[in-house]
């Protein structure tokens, strides 16, 4: 037994004589990684990266593309009218000698819709920010504010929906409004008027023209006043009226967004309780991880996130 705890005394001493000694690396890799200029550049990178995803996501999208048509649409509805309104007084007053004074009161009637439209698409454009992102988190906790919220989008929808109706009306004035003048340039287009050898005879429209007209107004003779009708006024007033349909027509369109965007802006207010108390419950059964205090509603919040850009 001595002799054998002697030969293993022996070899522990042999093997502790045999191991090499370890050597101090030193890299300036490692340090210039974690560095205090380098943490704190990654810090800001990673703070300026987050401040800008948090913006980009309290951005309403869809409701933004709706209020940059109707203003685009509205903008031109209104400067193609106006001149539209102008040159057909014109006409009227020139050519067939009638004073319709109730046009120019139709030229602010849609300066005053302009500004309203303007008004109320930068308005529905604030309850989308409001109902979006990180925003509707803050300013929807309370009761009370989600009831409001609530109240604010169905107030919207009704006006949005009233306001569908009077531009379909008003697209359905310009389709007849447009076609008349069409008519009246195909008049123009006539060979035989063109060389003066016939009138343009509006007589068999006489239900069209006050009950005084007299029939010598409704004949349109003559080098100027064929050049008057065709060239000053018809024609220019056809294309401000064809680019005043196309732009009512874009007003209907980015109405009937607002709609879907006030609709979605709803439910996410409605909804907007419950999502949290899911939130909670999850985060008792799920609370995640030492590194991650919330990794349980990680997904459901990126989940519900990229749904609620209205």
């Given amino acids: 037994m001595t002799t054998t705890n002697s030969r293993f005394r022996d070899d522990n001493d042999h093997m502790t004589v045999m ?74 007053d020139q050519v067939f000698h009638l004073r319709l004074g109730w046009l120019e009161a139709l030229q602010l009637i849609f300066a005053t819709v302009g500004a309203c439209m ?44 009233i306001l569908q109706i009077a531009w379909l009306l008003i697209f359905a004035f310009l389709v007849i409004i447009t076609l008349i003048f069409t008519i009246f340039w195909n008049l123009c287009e006539k060979p035989r008027v063109q060389s003066l050898e016939d009138c ?47 732009a009512s027509m874009l007003v209907i369109l980015s109405l009937i967004h607002y709609l879907m965007c006030l609709s979605a802006n709803y439910a996410h207010i409605r909804d907007h309780e419950k999502f949290q108390e899911l939130q909670e419950l999850q985060y008792l059964q799920d609370p995640g991880d030492g590194d991650s205090p919330q990794h349980g509603m990680s997904t459901l919040n990126s989940h519900h996130r990229s749904k609620d850009r209205f």
Avoid at 121 to 150: D, E, N, P, Q
Avoid at 205 to 221: E, L, Q
């Fill in 200 to 246: 343009i005879n509006f007589t068999q429209f006489n239900f069209m023209f006050p009950s005084n007209t007299r029939d010598d107004d409704m004949k349109i003779c003559g080098s100027q006043e064929v050049k008057l009708f065709c060239k000053d006024y018809v024609e220019k007033a056809e294309t401000m009226f064809i680019l005043a349909t196309a």
């Fill in 19 to 92: 191991i090499p000694l370890k050597r101090r690396i030193r890299s300036n890799i490692s340090v210039d990684r974690y560095s205090e200029q380098s943490l704190h550049d990654v810090y800001i990178d990673k703070s300026c990266r987050s401040v800008w995803n948090d913006c980009m996501a309290r951005v309403p999208y869809a409701t933004l593309i709706a209020t940059i048509m109707c203003c685009l649409g509205v903008g031109v509805f209104c400067g193609t009218m106006y001149r539209g309104a102008t040159l057909t007084a014109l006409m009227m």
């Fill in 118 to 161: 303007a008004a109320l698409g930068f308005m529905i454009l604030c309850v989308g920010c409001l109902a979006t992102g990180a925003t509707r988190h803050k300013v929807y906790r309370a009761w009370r504010s989600r009831v409001g919220g609530r109240i604010s989008c169905a107030v919207f929808m009704t006006i949005t929906y």
